[in-house]
């Protein structure tokens, strides 16, 4: 699992994932994932277009994470999940705790509005 981070205009983090997210993707970015969300009033972009296997410890890393940003003011959306890991996400509930866009500038103009 490979994690790439950048930060956007609008102090917009993006986070983007490439390979598996099951149990031995999660380890190897679990901690550099969570210190990406740290902080007050975050804004992050999680990009999964690279994901392209999701596992039930991957959810948790996301939701888990989602709801640690939403406890400080912050907010977490998904970005362009592949049609598989789309998948997972609806038939888990995810879309309810953490948004879902198919477009960058639709996941930005979301979180600067909130």
Same mark, same amino acid.
């Not at 983090?13 to 975050?42: H, M, N, P, W």
């Not at 003011?73 to 948004?99: C, H, N, R, Y």
């Given at each position: 699992?490979?994690?790439?981070?950048?930060? +956007?205009?609008?102090?917009? /983090? %993006? @986070?983007?994932? @490439?390979?598996? %997210?099951?149990?031995?993707?999660?380890?190897?970015?679990?901690?550099?994932?969570?210190?990406?969300?740290?902080?007050?009033?975050? /804004?992050?972009?999680?990009? +999964?277009?690279?994901?392209?296997? +999701?596992?039930?410890?991957?959810? /948790?890393?996301?939701?888990?994470?989602?709801?640690?940003?939403?406890? /400080?003011?912050?907010?977490?959306? +998904?970005?362009?999940?592949?049609?598989?890991?789309?998948?997972?996400?609806?038939?888990?509930?995810?879309?309810?705790?953490?948004?879902?866009?198919?477009?960058?500038?639709?996941?930005?103009?979301?979180?600067?509005?909130?």
């Amino acid at each position: 699992m490979e994690l790439q981070y950048s930060e +956007l205009e609008n102090n917009i /983090r %993006l @986070i983007k994932l @490439i390979g598996k %997210l099951d149990i031995t993707g999660v380890s190897q970015i679990e901690t550099q994932f969570a210190d990406y969300c740290t902080g007050d009033s975050v /804004r992050v972009v999680v990009d +999964l277009s690279g994901v392209d296997f +999701l596992a039930s410890i991957g959810i /948790r890393l996301l939701t888990l994470t989602a709801k640690s940003v939403m406890s /400080r003011g912050g907010k977490m959306v +998904l970005l362009s999940p592949l049609p598989d890991v789309q998948q997972v996400l609806e038939v888990t509930g995810i879309p309810a705790i953490i948004p879902i866009y198919s477009h960058l500038e639709s996941a930005e103009t979301i979180l600067m509005a909130s």
